[in-house]
């Protein structure tokens, strides 16, 4: 049975930093294309960032470009998302995605973890 596992959610103030790990078992972790979405309050959920099974990143939301970073562990089936000068609009919860692309859906789905960003 597959399953997702979000991890390194928590508050931090505007400017700073956290690293969102997604532990993944239960299916060919090294074969499946993987991203981040977030969803905020009264909003929908979002894509943040899409990356191939291989390592490529295959997108980057204009939003956190340059600010947010995507990258894989295949040895280690873990996802992680590297997020820093944060603001206080990134406040959301954050999920991951496996298995899929984001134009025809993921199959498997992380519960999700909250990011807070206080100004």
């Known amino acids: 049975q597959a399953r997702l596992v979000e991890s390194g959610g928590g508050s931090a103030q505007a400017g700073g930093t956290l690293k969102l790990s997604c532990a993944g078992s239960?299916?060919?972790?090294?074969?499946?294309?993987m991203a981040w979405f977030r969803q905020g309050p009264g909003k929908e959920r979002d894509l943040v960032a899409q990356?191939?099974?291989?390592?490529?990143?295959?997108y980057v939301a204009p939003s956190v470009k340059d600010r947010f970073t995507i990258s894989r562990d295949n040895a280690n089936s873990a996802l992680y998302l590297h997020m820093s000068n944060l603001r206080t609009e990134d406040s959301a919860v954050y999920f991951c995605?496996?298995?899929?692309?984001?134009?025809?859906?993921?199959?498997?789905w992380g519960q999700g973890t909250q990011v807070t960003v206080s100004s």
């Open positions: 995605a496996a298995c899929g692309y984001a134009n025809t859906g993921f199959d498997y």
């Open positions: 990356i191939r099974h291989s390592g490529s990143v295959v």
């Open positions: 239960g299916y060919q972790f090294s074969s499946c294309n």
